[in-house]
């Protein structure tokens, strides 16, 4: 159910409590901290549910690599050697940021048997590799939301206490020092393995693999599709300023815009300079349903235009999202949600190679 107002759907938990700490409202911020905001239900829960939603995505990620590698990989060692080596890297950087964020002792007992081995991994192991990242990446799982309880705990009780300067601390802490890090890495695998399947197979089957991402994630976009218009466009504000990204909402007649200054997930990649360098992502060129009709577009945020607007069109007869120049390079990026089920323009869909609501 859509409460308050658009221009209030863009602010984050933390942001509300932060506020109140400034303002020297410590029964409220103790009450944002327990009660949540109406969007985010608590600050022990303020960022699980994004948690949670990367951790699956991943997962039925790392399931279509195994597919993809074995029905196209062939005898060739090439692109089960690149994956592998993708994979070893992403366990040891999520391992070192995991120690970072909660000590040596916390990571040891949560990781288990997912810690990475001594030395280059071994050839032909890519089965191996796939579950032990699996694996990680649950027990992460756990252990953020287990540290994430007992990070809102101690606000409440620095609050308690009426010492404000701790309780703010602690909800940076519990932000920019346990999620961000984690949430990022997260983002990059993502773009990492869209990129891998660009460069190793070709743009149809990147198509193909963001379209069998978007089925494995198709009860989520049914729960979606039963949404008003209203409702909908506050669960998209919600899933996006997760992303820690800077959002306004808008709403007229015919829609609801959500302006993203900042695209926490793809903008900042760009911004952070993802796409430079010696572990450079790839752009993906020519207009069409990867690039959302421009002419280059960044490999992560191909995505996007697939699962929101392709693959909704296919099962709906409408796309939930429709982009306005999106991906930016200042890293901002602009979508609509229209009221009627209807009210997308005929051009986008040409756009996206879409003729009459079929690809």
Known sequence: MATSSPAEWGRRLSDRLRAALVAGDLEGARRLALEGDGQARSLAREYALMYKGLGITVRILLDLLGDIVGRRAGGSEGPRRALEELLARFRRDFIALLRQAYGDTAVEQAVGDSREPVGPPPAGELSLDLARTARLLAEAESLFTREQEGLAGEVVRALDAGDAARARALVDQKEQGQY????????????????????????????????????????????????????????????????????????????????????????????????????????????????????????????????????????????????????????????????????????????????????
């Open 180 to 359: 961000v890090p984690l949430h990022d890495r997260l983002i990059r695998f993502m773009a990492e393995t869209f990129g891998y399947v660009f460069q190793q197979f070709g743009p149809d089957e990147l198509y193909r693999f963001h379209r069998a991402t978007a089925e494995g994630q198709r009860q989520g976009f049914e729960k979606w599709e039963r949404l008003t218009a209203a409702e909908f466009a506050q669960a998209t504000a919600f899933l996006l300023k997760q992303h820690m990204g800077e959002l306004e909402v808008l709403e007229d007649d015919e829609k609801f815009t959500v302006l993203q200054r900042l695209c926490g997930s793809g903008g900042r990649l760009r911004l952070a300079g993802a796409y430079s360098g010696p572990l450079a992502l790839p752009l993906v060129t020519g207009p069409g349903a990867l690039t959302a009709g421009q002419a280059t577009f960044p490999v992560y945020c191909s995505h996007c235009p697939v699962w929101n607007s392709v693959a909704p069109v296919e099962w709906f007869g409408r796309p939930h999202w429709v982009f306005e120049n999106p991906s930016r390079p200042d890293g901002s990026c602009t979508l609509h949600i229209y009221k009627r089920r209807d009210g997308a323009p005929a051009a986008y869909l040409r756009q996206l190679g879409l003729a009459g609501g079929v690809r």
